[in-house]
């Protein structure tokens, strides 16, 4: 047997600096370091914490302000708008519209698409707006505003992620997405019930108006230029035909994106741009130019190009603002004093810590003991128990429907007392049950054992159930190292035979390998139709040529059917089965590839054929085949 030259594709790691090396970085990279997510979240904080001081320096020059009108019309047509009033109703509809682009992406293109993996983070979020209001109605009541319940209803997404992102356990990937998936379902839970609830004065005249201004909103996807323009007239339109009716025109901003089409990038189109920018490479000129970054956009859906695009303004903008705008709570000793006899205080404290950490892991819990829904490696109780803790930061939705639900100046003091407390009060909870939890499992998050146990119907499995003897692969297609150890699997396959199964799972570096993510979900659409591991040979056969065109051409050298196989591509059941086995990488810990596991157990050191046999029979337990 050959031996084969060790090597591994790895991801890119920041270099690092020895002593007469020190340079220093630049503010953009250091800003760039710690992430859009923990910026958001800590400019929401010291937006929170200038509004609290500002009160209290000087309560009726922050009422002032706030209460200063703009006034902005042509004619007799005229708006009349305080600067609270701008900002909470005008700046916050951009923040609702980017809520409903999310939740119109999650269930077209992302978690909420299957309903085996929607229902764990769906009746989680239910959970956690039920139990919290019925908590917060039985201890306000007598205070004649159990109304005001809604305010316990909502997690802050923008604190939960920035959150996560500080104070996480170590390995957060699955436990990210399960908590972004219960904040959608969270959301459109609280939009429904601002919609509900706390609109007055309705007006259903207008609604005729925006509801012809919605169907332009969704006619004008078929249109072939301009779209940008048509897209902000007549969501102006929507907006003020929302506010005109009485209902909060907040929420035309979420009517407004449940309409944009979304989609994942058609590979054709993807192709296409990329010849148009090649034509542009070898004849520079305005008109190539113009043509390739048109047809490079428009490969995109507008969905996630909106979402870019007015990310950065909502976290870096229209949320501090809002924080300053409505958290200037007064906190003397007389209000602190009034608010810890208050039952409202408490009802919201009450309601957003206990309510939704009872609501979302109870449910949670109970669907674990019931095997019902997904759970993947590393979503573990404890885990769920810390993002459970972090649901109770109800900070930008609570306040906004306190403004609604609350008109007695001295209740909404309590009210905001008590969403303030209750976010601080969630945040050091969850803190601490991540630090036990992270405490409690040195040996499992060190990914030395595989995480998801082999299952015949799942994984893609060559070689006999029965087989005494497994390795598991995480690999990428594009890696030349992957390829050897291929290479070095099947020498050891002539030599073990029956006595051996090999089960390949994703791990593709798309930071290293620009098209492994493809050739990743390429190969699960062939598998769909039973070729996978004849596709696997076919890409790392060419490993230099796995464009789109290339994949498809390779399709239809195999056999397969297509057009099944281009439909395929895009499914939510190819993405996500590839995204399961990055999430299971990422909380093993697998950095580089291949990355072997030999009867469960990391291997480290050579992977040729010899040191793979000597590493197979040193394995004191053999793994039993799976059911």
Known sequence: MTNVTIGRSTEPARATRGRGQRSRRSIAEKVHAVGQNRIGALLLLLATV??????NVSFPSYESFWETHLSVGVGDLTLDFTLHALVNDALMAIFFFTVGLEVRREFAIGELTSWSR???PVVAAIAGLVVPAVLFVLIARGSGEEHAWGVVISTDTAFLVGALALIGPR??????????????????????IIALVYTEDFNPMPLIIAAIGLAGVYFTRYLRGGRGPVYATLSIIVWMAFLASGVHPTLAGVAIALLVPVYRPNRRDVEHALDLARTFRQSPNTEYARAAANSLRESISINERLQSAYAPYVAYVILPLFALANAGVQLSPAILTDALGSSITW?????????????????????????????GPGLTLDRILGGAALCGIGFTISLFIVDLAITDEAAQNEARVGVLAASVIAFVLATVIFRISDASRPDEDSGQTLARPIDPARDHVFGSADAPYTIVEYGDFQCPFCLKASGSIQEVKEELGDRLRYVWRHAPLEQVHPNALAGAE???????QGKFFEFERGLFADQDNQRPTDIIRLAGELGLDVEKFERDLTSSKVTGRVRDDMLDAEAMGISSVPTLFINGRRHTGPYDAQSLIRALAATDQVEAPAP
């Not at 200038?50 to 009160?55: H, K, M, Q, R, S």
Request: proline share 1%; charged share 15%.
């Open 171 to 192: 390995v957060p990937g699955r436990l990210r997405v399960f908590l972004l998936a219960l904040a959608v379902v969270d959301d459109i839970g609280a939009l429904s």
């Open 347 to 375: 009802g919201i404290v009450v309601g957003l810590v206990l309510g939704k950490l009872i609501g979302v892991f109870g449910s949670t819990a109970l669907l674990r003991v019931f095997k019902l829904g997904e759970f």
């Open 50 to 55: 200038a509004a609290i001081v500002w009160a």
């Open 118 to 120: 929607a229902v764990v």
């Open 522 to 528: 390429a190969a699960e659409a062939a598998s769909l």
